[in-house]
Nanobody, 124 residues
């Protein structure tokens, strides 16, 4: 089994910054993609940013130029640096990962995982 543990959410004022972290742990053979999605009340979940191996970055249009996703080499952790936050960034932010899972018998299979979510609130 694989677990995604998010941290770093909170309440900030417009224009301030936050950094989210997501650490994956468990029976991981490798992670082929890792990223962040968000969901505001009454809205659909949307892509914020994603890293697809080996190093392809994808950003949602509304966060380009303000948010930066990164992942340390060799670590199963992804970070989201969010600068110049706006009230419309208020949402629950979810970590997501495409994982190649290894079993005790060393079989490998692919599975997608979601974290529990962390609340980001930006006041005006």
């Amino acid at each position: 089994q694989v677990r995604l543990l998010e941290s770093g959410g909170g309440l900030v004022q417009s224009g301030e910054s936050l950094r989210l972290s997501c650490a994956a742990s468990g029976s991981i053979f490798s992670i082929t993609a890792m990223g962040w999605y968000r969901q505001a009340p009454g809205k659909e979940r949307e892509l914020v940013a994603r890293i697809t191996q080996p190093y392809t970055l994808t950003y949602g249009d509304s966060v380009k130029g303000r948010f930066t996703i990164s992942r340390e080499n060799g670590e199963n952790t992804v970070y989201l640096q969010m600068n110049n936050l706006k009230p419309e960034d208020t949402a629950v932010y979810y970590c997501n990962a495409d994982v190649r899972v290894k079993t005790k018998g060393w079989q490998i299979y692919d599975k997608n995982y979601w974290g529990q979510g962390t609340q980001v609130t930006v006041s005006s």
